[in-house]
């Protein structure tokens, strides 16, 4: 069973910077992929960014530079540095990761928000 363990959420004003970070435990080897969703009340979630163990980056808007997706190495630890944040950005982020015995896990979520 994999167990992830989120953390670095929290209230900002507009333009600022928060930093989130994903631990995952319980898998054997390094995970091949590791990413950040996001969900807003009455939406689908929607990828923010992943990376796989390779180092190989994907964001949801190519042209995004706000968020940086990053993972220490071939370990199972990934974190999204997210700057100059907008009150669009105010969403519920989730950490998914896998495959890891041929499923996805997901965390349990971490609010991010955003005033104006």
Known sequence: ??????????SVQAGGS????C???GAMGSIIMMGWY???P????????????????????SRETRFTISRDGK???ISLQM?????????AYYCKVGPVWNQYYWG???????SS
Do not use: F
């Open 83 to 91: 700057n100059n944040l907008k009150p669009d950005d105010t969403a």
């Open 18 to 21: 928060l930093r989130l970070s």
């Open 75 to 77: 370990e199972n630890k």
């Open 1 to 10: 069973q994999v167990q992830l363990v989120e953390s670095g959420g929290g």
């Open 38 to 40: 996001r969900q807003t």
């Open 42 to 61: 009455g939406k689908e979630r929607e990828l923010v960014a992943q990376i796989d163990n390779d180092g190989g980056t994907m964001y949801e808007d």
């Open 23 to 25: 631990t995952a435990s």
């Open 108 to 114: 349990q979520g971490t609010q991010v928000t955003v």
